[in-house]
Nanobody
Framework: VQLQASGGGLVQAGGSLRLSCAHS????????MGWYRQVPGKQRELVAC???????NYAGSVKGRFTISRDNAENTLYLQMNSLKPEDTAVYYC??????????????WGQGTLVTVSS
């Protein structure tokens, strides 16, 4: 399984970006998927997760601004990020959980895409 994240870049505060994560293996639709982010010197934190059935959950800091979604026909995970803030600056990673629920542990990781939000 390979996960290829893309869509990061430089954006002004208040702007939007959409991240994508292409999943190369089979059975994408049967696994929960997540987005994480990491700032140098800090632990990686969960941003959002979506179960195989489409149930979502979000970190409090992004709730109402970010939307996680999936296209099972295209084997792709998305993260729509609106109203971006400088504190959203981080490397964003996608992950595939080991099962269909967000409670399952992470199994595979993508390589990360950098999001920089300028003030």
């Amino acid at each position: 399984v390979q996960l290829q994240a893309s869509g990061g870049g430089l954006v002004q505060a208040g702007g939007s970006l959409r991240l994508s994560c292409a999943h190369s293996g089979n059975r994408f639709s049967t696994y929960a998927m997540g987005w994480y982010r990491q700032v140098p010197g800090k632990q990686r934190e969960l941003v959002a997760c979506i179960s195989s059935s489409g149930t979502t959950n979000y970190a409090g800091s992004v709730k109402g601004r970010f939307t996680i979604s999936r296209d099972n026909a295209e084997n792709t995970l998305y993260l729509q990020m609106n109203s971006l803030k400088p504190e959203d600056t981080a490397v964003y990673y996608c992950s595939r959980r080991r099962g269909r629920l967000c409670q399952h542990p992470d199994g595979y990781w993508g390589q990360g895409t950098l999001v920089t939000v300028s003030s």
